[in-house]
């Protein structure tokens, strides 16, 4: 019963409170046949469409809003087609210059869920500032973050941000932001607004760069194509930008600047000032870079060369760093910190210092390595050589995490930790340890390769020799591997395969199986090779004896691909094609038809003019060819044509390897005719007249290790005494 009475005692005061309150008609406003007037002062909620009246509202009606702060509302046409653009309700007497929409059909406006209905009402959006232009950027690139860049699509909606009433509100900010975001969803930044507009609005941007501002440039680097002088400028302002703040910044911004250099490369002009000034802020950096930032800034730097004085002070700066952390690599860390190795020379010691830094990381770190973080690691060793001691104990602690990994290599994998091994010597321990790991894993597995990575796999091994047994295990590996691809080797696959093998000089059952199993992939039915593959394929057989079955099957197939080509060789490919000759005999018929082939290209390359290296290795080459064969006299004149007709002076190292190269020719004639034109009638005779051409233009000395023996039935010695040349034949007596 108290209960009761107490409820009865609030209702009854709420009541009385009630009835105390003026009675406001609300209704009456929101009524769609409303025909009151409206005051002078348009801050009401909707105009009214009677303008001629000026009377105050009445009592019983809401009194018009004062303040001039625009209210968002929600606008849908009566077929309830949401508009796309936010709108507000505005004084007219704003000082804003807003933009309008007049309706052209009866729209239904609700604010806070009440419906409005004004068959001539004119909505007012939004005023323009920085903070919605912001929110259209942002809009944009989440409603189209897909996987298909549409770059017309980019385009309108860049003309939308210059047009006259957006462009003034953009600052320095919004650059950033376009730039990031570019980067992020894979856009070209520039598709969107242009580099010139960019740097106008960060010089104009009179703020000085945070933090975030230096890791938001740098990574939004990555969307700049950077292949004209306005991104260059663009790279330049941001690096001064960078240099004169003096912030501080962290582990996470350090990995997210240097990881958008990755798409660009040392070269370009104003990455080296970039470097430049992120190296200076680095090396301000005191606290634990994390693994992660390690490996995604060092992934940044896979374009960047140590050549450039700027990028070894940015590598110093990153080893030190590295040096001083103590956080471990996880496997993704690992892989990705090695790979951005891949354009740094251990030439350097910069790089060394790099390469010592990671090699204890990666010792200390206990991840396992799975085939994509194995392939990735190994790949980014390609320019470090064994011969280094700090690249060796890298290799060493490699090899131990490729012996440990429990996860088998995959075709692409293969591939890539082979290719990374161009620069490694097969004496090392450390390397043949590795080799034996890889060749270990490749044994428990049967993968198709195809014929990009037989081509990777093969052209990392062209620093080992098949002298040592890890190598000739590798060789038989691969060779399996090989045999049970379904490809055909394109003219790349041929080049890269081949040349991986100049330094294999052993006939031995492991290598003979790999070149069986590559001939079987090479389709001498179509298919030609261009200029550069021509001279990389067969600069790969130089360790390779035309008596080898296998090497003849393959030569044929070449010359057959050759005679379909329409290359124009240059020196370079002249000299490599003929230097990978030396060991062959013209008494192969497949020899023959390849000195046929090669000769004809020669000829059609009427424009080309051969080097001083060029020549030395072309004769060079032809070591094990006799003049008796209609085929090697043919290529003999074609050479003495291009030797004739060029300026290149030979050095005494040059002339020694070009004559040493003709001892297994023969000639009734000498090399004291007073000029090489015009004699045609015995080729070889005709090539030995333009040596001794190059020979009477030499200007000083000739060293005697440089002298070149060449025997066609005598040995003719050139002595240097004093500043003459003496010139003595003696008979050949062994």
């Keep these: 019963m108290k209960l ?43 105009p009214s469409t009677d303008s001629s009246s000026s009377s105050s509202p009445s009592d019983d009606t809401v009194k018009p809003i004062k303040s001039t702060t625009s209210m968002r509302i929600n606008i849908k046409t009566k077929a309830s087609k949401p508009l796309t653009k936010r709108t507000v309700v505005s004084s007219s007497s704003s000082s804003s210059s807003p933009r309008l929409i007049t309706p052209t059909a009866t729209a239904e406006m609700s604010i806070n869920g009440n419906i409005i209905s004004d068959s001539n009402s004119i909505v007012v959006v939004d005023e323009i500032s920085p903070k919605t232009v912001t929110k259209d950027i942002m809009n944009y690139f989440s409603q189209n973050n897909n996987i298909v860049v549409d770059s017309k699509k980019d385009a309108q909606f860049g003309q939308q941000l210059l047009s006259s009433n957006i462009r003034d509100k953009i600052d320095g900010l919004h650059i950033l932001t376009i730039l990031f975001q570019s980067a992020r969803t894979k856009r ?27 890791s938001t440039f740098v990574y939004g680097v990555h969307s700049l194509e950077c292949v004209n002088p306005v991104d260059s400028k663009l790279l330049l302002l941001g690096a001064m930008k960078i ?62 060369s140590a050549e450039s004085e700027q990028v070894r002070s940015l590598i110093k700066s990153i080893a030190l ?15 990705n910190a090695l790979y951005g190795l891949q354009s740094m020379s251990s030439d350097y010691p910069e790089v060394l210092q790099l390469v010592s830094a990671l090699s204890t990381k990666v010792s200390e770190s206990s991840p396992e390595l799975c085939a994509q973080a194995i392939g990735s690691a190994l790949y980014g060793l390609q320019k470090l050589s064994s011969d280094k001691t700090e690249v060796r104990s890298l290799v060493a602690a490699l090899a131990e995490k490729v012996e440990t990994s429990t996860t088998g290599l995959d075709a692409q994998a293969i591939g890539n930790a082979l290719f990374g091994l161009q620069r490694m010597k097969s004496n090392s321990p450390e390397v043949r340890t590795l080799v034996q790991a890889i ?20 052209y990392g091994l062209h620093s080992m020799s098949s002298d040592v047994p890890q190598v000739r295990a590798l060789l038989a590996a691969l060779a399996d591997r090989i045999s049970l691809s379904q490809c055909s080797l394109s003219g790349q696959g041929i080049a ?6 100049y330094s294999m000089n052993s006939d031995c059952p492991e290598l003979r199986a790999l070149l069986s199993a590559l001939a079987n992939r090479i389709d001498a039915t179509r298919g030609k090779l261009d200029s550069q593959e021509i001279g990389n394929a067969l600069y790969g057989l130089q360790g390779m004896s035309s008596e080898m079955s296998e090497v003849r099957v393959i030569v044929l197939k070449l010359a057959e691909k050759i005679r379909r080509s329409k290359a124009v060789l240059r020196s370079q490919h002249i000299g490599r094609a003929l230097l990978g000759l030396q060991r062959f005999s013209a008494t192969s018929t497949e020899v023959r038809y390849l000195l046929k082939q090669l000769s004809s290209r020669i000829a059609e390359s009427d424009r080309t003019q051969l080097t001083g290296t060029a020549i030395a290795d072309s004769l060079y080459g032809l070591q094990g060819l006799s003049s008796t064969f209609p085929e090697v006299k043919q290529l003999i004149e074609e ?36 000029s090489a034109i015009g004699i045609d009638s015995d080729e070889v005779v005709f090539l030995l007249s333009t040596l001794w051409d190059k020979v009477k233009v030499r200007k000083g000395g000739m060293d005697m290790s440089s002298i070149g023996i060449c025997s066609f039935h005598n040995i003719i010695i050139i002595v240097q005494s004093s500043s003459d040349y003496h010139y003595h034949n003696h008979e050949l007596t062994s």
């Design 4 to 46: 009761l009475f107490a409820v009865a005692i609030y209702y009854v005061c709420l009541l009385s409170y009630l009835s105390s309150l003026p009675f406001q008609p609300l209704r009456k406003l929101w009524s769609p046949d409303r025909t009151s007037s409206s005051s002078t002062t348009p801050t009401t909620v909707i």
């Design 188 to 214: 070209v930044s520039t598709t969107i607004i242009p580099a010139s507009f960019m740097i106008d609005k960060l010089s104009q941007w009179n703020r000085t760069w945070s933090e975030r501002d230096i």
């Design 243 to 304: 240099k004169e703040t003096p912030v501080l910044i962290t582990s996470r911004s350090i990995g997210n600047a240097l990881y958008g250099l990755r798409s660009i490369t040392s070269d370009t002009d104003g990455v080296r000032e970039l470097c430049s000034a992120l190296s200076s802020k680095i090396d301000q950096f005191n606290g634990d870079l994390s693994g992660q930032d390690i490996g995604i800034g060092l992934f940044g730097l896979q374009g960047m």
């Design 321 to 335: 760093k590295i040096s001083s952390s103590e956080s471990e690599l996880d496997a993704q860390a690992m892989s």
């Design 439 to 458: 060749a270990t894993k490749l044994v428990l597995l049967e993968v198709q390769m195809d014929s990009k990575g037989i081509g990777s796999a093969l």
């Design 496 to 501: 890269d395969a081949l040349y991986g093998l």
């Design 639 to 674: 050479l003495a044509k291009k030797i004739a007709i060029t300026a290149a002076e030979l050095t005494s190292e040059q002339l020694g390897r070009a004559l040493f190269g003709l001892q297994a020719l023969s000639s009734s004639g000498g090399i004291f005719e007073e």
